[in-house]
Nanobody, 127 residues
Framework: QVQLVESGGGLVQAGGSLRVSCAAS????????MTWFRQAPGKEREFVAS????????YYVDSVQGRFTISRDNAKNTVYLQMNSLKPEDTAVYYC????????????????????WGQGTQVTVSS
């Protein structure tokens, strides 16, 4: 099973940028579609963005479309989430999720029973 470790979270002012990373170990990241979820205090977990194994296909929740960019470097076994024009409502713990897939262009919007989760990284956006 793949192990995931997120990093790069922190405190940023509204309008600023932050890049969070997710490093994988134990298995090649290229076998997995990767997804970022987030959960704010008192709220349900929310899908943020997903990228296919190939990196060609991506999918975003409407609220981050045009501000966030998901990318991956399979050679470095790492996936990234570049977050620009951050808003206070982006404040949450961000989790990366690896979902095994045979389809290299599959972009999941929900975890499956085979998904692996990282421990999360806190992103706080001040107004």
């Amino acid at each position: 099973q793949v192990q995931l470790v997120e990093s790069g979270g922190g405190l940023v002012q509204a309008g600023g940028s932050l890049r969070v990373s997710c490093a994988a170990s134990g298995r090649a990241l290229s076998s997995y579609a990767m997804t970022w979820f987030r959960q704010a205090p008192g709220k349900e977990r929310e899908f943020v963005a997903s990228i296919s194994r190939s990196g060609i296909s991506t999918y975003y929740v409407d609220s981050v479309q045009g501000r966030f960019t998901i990318s991956r470097d399979n050679a470095k076994n790492t996936v990234y989430l570049q977050m620009n024009s951050l808003k206070p409502e982006d404040t949450a713990v961000y989790y990366c999720v690896a979902t095994p897939s045979f389809n290299v262009n599959y972009v999941p919007s929900a975890p499956t029973g085979f998904s692996s989760w990282g421990q999360g990284t806190q992103v706080t956006v001040s107004s």
